[in-house]
């Protein structure tokens, strides 16, 4: 009975990957033709390749009903890849499942995904139990993930990948986001959800190389932490107001000093070094002001949905009966 399995969308995210996509393909529906109870199709996200990606894209769906592809018109990165497949391709979906294209996240654990799913886990997310790339990028990593958990309210395990499985409810509530700076791992994290996490050996990609460069990684970091968290800013702040105590009990002291016991111990410079420092410090408590405005406003402008219905019951359905 084809109607009652369910419907399982692979979206596929591929910037460059000529070389690896038949592979990821043949490998990966190995696995999923063994899985007699779901129909499963799989969506490639051509995220502006400069090499033939597209051509085999087209070339494998030609091929496979099951496989679709859509072509970004640039490269917009892969947070906007993977947000193209799922607001274009899940209108029918019951889960999704997010991979990479070079076989850096192993086939072979989906099916352990999906038996999480099926015990009812919404979020299911894949965590590499190795250390995958060169030690700089897993300290800067670590860092990171330490400092966003720390300052903003997610509680994000920096070794989950973006392998993971998402249900139907989540695919909606994820099409209400209308912000524009999108951080995959943050947005799942604050939409809560019942969540699991299976673990698994990373291997090496097969061809080509991670086209993650430092610079890309720092604005990621730098974004999704500015679209979290506004700690930088408060910082300031603080610093502001401790410069400004500081710096004004000094300035009390130099002034009792020279008015009330008339001593002058303190050059014009001195007075003028302290002067200025307060004054500095007043401009930064100022910005740290500004943080909480900004704070106001990037609620309101990013508009995030203020909640999320998880279920539903006792609803009549349709409104026309
Ligand atoms: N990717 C993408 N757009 C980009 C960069 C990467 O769609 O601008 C895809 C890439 O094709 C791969 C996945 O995202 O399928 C992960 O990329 P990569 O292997 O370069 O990252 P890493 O494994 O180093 O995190
Ligand atoms: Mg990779």
């Not at 997010?98 to 997310?125: C, K, N, R, Y």
């Not at 993650?212 to 910082?235: V, Y």
Request: charged letters at 20%; glycine letters at 6%; one cysteine or more.
């Amino acid at each position: 009975m084809t109607e009652n399995k369910r419907l399982i969308t692979f979206i596929i995210p591929a910037y460059n990957e000529e070389s690896n996509i038949r592979r990821f393909y043949s490998e990966t529906n190995k696995i999923v033709s063994s899985l007699n109870n779901y129909i499963c199709e799989f969506v490639f996200i051509d995220d502006g390749s400069n090499d033939s990606t597209w051509q085999v894209i087209k070339e494998i769906s030609d091929l496979n009903s099951i496989v679709k592809g859509i072509r970004l018109s640039r490269n917009f990165g892969k947070e906007m890849a993977l947000t193209a497949g799922i607001i274009e391709w899940t209108k029918s979906s019951d889960a999704v499942i997010f991979m990479d294209a070079d076989l850096q996240h192993p086939p072979s654990i989906i099916p352990s995904l999906i038996q999480q799913w099926e015990l009812g886990f919404q979020i299911v997310t894949a965590q590499r139990k190795s250390i995958r790339y060169s030690m700089w990028r897993e300290i800067g990593s670590n860092f990171f993930f330490f400092m966003l958990n720390r300052f903003s309210k997610l509680n994000i395990q920096h070794k989950a990948t973006d392998f993971r499985l998402l249900d139907r409810k989540v695919l909606e509530a994820l099409q209400t986001f209308p912000e524009r700076n999108r951080f995959f791992r943050g947005i799942i994290d604050w939409m809560g959800f019942e969540k699991a996490s299976i673990t698994f050996d990373s291997p090496d990609r097969i061809n080509g190389a991670s086209t993650f460069s430092f610079k890309n990684l720092f604005n990621l970091a730098i974004n999704s932490f500015t679209s979290f968290s506004l700690m930088p800013l408060r910082i300031t702040g603080y610093i502001g107001l401790a410069v400004t105590t500081i710096s004004s009990l000094l300035f009390l002291y130099m002034i009792i000093i020279h008015l009330v016991l008339g001593l002058t111990i303190f050059t014009k410079l001195a007075y003028f070094v302290v002067f200025n420092t307060l004054l500095f410090g007043i401009v930064l408590a100022a910005l740290g002001l500004i943080a909480l405005y900004i704070g106001n406003i990037h609620t309101e402008v990013s508009g995030r949905p203020l909640y999320i219905v998880q279920d539903r019951v006792g609803f009549i359905k349709n409104n026309l009966l």
